[in-house]
């Protein structure tokens, strides 16, 4: 029987209770398959493990996590512990140690789920964001100068090589082509005269090479006025590691609010483990309460079946999620429900339950 190994770091506030129900759901796929089994290894690393031991993650750390085949993040951050430290010392230092080069975010918005925007029907919003993840303006180059002095100075610098940026359009490209979608870059070349001027060049010459997938370009500003004014003209899309970073927020309250928002940082060439998480933060305000929502850590175990190479199973993980909305019944409290985030998994449990036992009676 074949084995996936999974690292598991459900981290600090609401992390840990929304990953037991994303294990629960693997889990019982795995069950109803037969031909696959999950091993989890637990690693207590996040802000409560730093106020302990002063590091985020051991210092051996990602030698530890190297052989897993997938990474599974349940939220890093914590009150007391400053946020560069809790993004840089752990999940940055993972995305960027193990090449996790390509941050996947869908913006679906699935039947039944809230959308602020009027009229809006459920398949104006299908936009798949494909972010740019190791470089950019998350490089961390830069510097401070002068330090607490009058003439203090403080220098970011956004990161754009060659490499980097070719490959994750390239990655897009393939993306929409195998979709039959369109593409579309974010950017911001008005402004930013050499790196996003850079950005757009490479966009334009690697899309001579697929001559049959449409293509689109806006700046940032305007792409998250016509996010809101006219979703569905974005269809696959590619930007950098910031850009991405605030759109997806930005979609993720367009598809039914940061409870349903997942992410993949994908390392295509898979030398090394990719990690899945949903994007919500660790909301330390109802940590240990059992009210957080549980289905954006669900939905990112749909992802990790993707990368597996279960897509049948992703689907059947995401017409779970989807029917829980419908039936309205058994929502956390941010969905204007009651239910606790243990109820809201075994919901999903059960309906995904349903699904696989209509599908063994079918191949019968």
Not at 228 to 238: G, L, S
């Given at each position: 029987m074949k084995k996936f190994k999974i690292a598991s770091i459900p981290g600090d506030g609401i992390g840990p209770e929304v990953i037991r129900e994303g294990i629960k759901i693997l889990n019982k796929i795995a069950e109803a398959d037969g031909t696959f089994q999950f091993e989890f290894t637990e690693f207590p690393w996040g802000c409560e493990y730093y106020t302990k031991h002063g590091v985020m993650m051991d210092e051996?750390?990602?030698?530890?996590?190297?052989?897993?085949?997938?990474?599974?993040?349940?939220?890093?951050?914590?009150?007391?512990v400053p946020d560069?430290?809790?993004?840089?010392?752990?999940?940055?230092?993972?995305?960027?140690?193990?090449d996790q080069y390509v941050n996947i975010r869908p913006i679906t918005l699935l039947e039944a789920a809230p959308c602020p925007l009027k009229d809006t029907n459920r398949e104006d919003v299908n936009m798949?964001?494909?972010?740019?993840?190791?470089?950019?303006?998350?490089a961390g180059a830069g510097d401070w100068l002068f330090k607490g002095k009058e003439n203090e100075v403080v220098l970011q610098n956004g990161v754009f090589s060659r490499k980097g940026t070719e490959r994750i359009i390239r990655y897009a490209f393939e993306t929409a082509r195998k979709e039959g979608r369109t593409l579309t870059s974010i950017s911001k070349g008005n402004a930013l005269n050499y790196s996003m001027v850079f950005w757009d060049q490479v966009f334009e010459e690697v899309s001579r090479e697929y001559p049959d997938v449409k293509t689109a370009s806006y700046l940032v500003d305007a792409a998250a006025m016509l996010m809101?004014?006219?979703?569905?003209?974005?269809?696959?899309?590619?930007t950098s590691n910031l850009f991405g970073d605030i759109l997806t927020d930005l979609g993720a309250a367009i598809a039914g609010g940061i409870g349903l928002a997942a992410g993949a940082n994908i390392n295509p060439e898979r030398e090394y483990p990719s990690m899945f998480e949903p994007i919500h933060g660790s909301a330390p305000d109802i940590a240990g309460q059992n009210i957080a929502n549980p289905l954006a850590a669900i939905w990112s175990a749909s992802q990790m079946m993707d990368f597996f190479g279960y897509e049948n199973y992703g689907k059947n993980i995401l017409q779970a999620i989807e029917k829980v909305l419908i039936d309205g019944n058994v929502l956390t409290t941010d969905m204007g429900g009651t239910a606790t985030t243990e109820q809201v998994g075994s919901q999903v449990v059960n309906y995904l339950e349903e699904m696989l036992a209509q599908q063994t009676v079918k191949k019968r």
């Open positions: 051996d750390g990602m030698e530890k996590l190297k052989d897993y085949d997938a990474i599974y993040l349940g939220a890093v951050g914590y009150p007391g560069h430290i809790s993004l840089w010392d752990l999940l940055l230092r993972i995305r960027k140690g193990f798949l964001f494909i972010r740019e993840n190791s470089e950019g303006e998350y809101i004014k006219d979703p569905k003209r974005f269809e696959v899309v590619v």
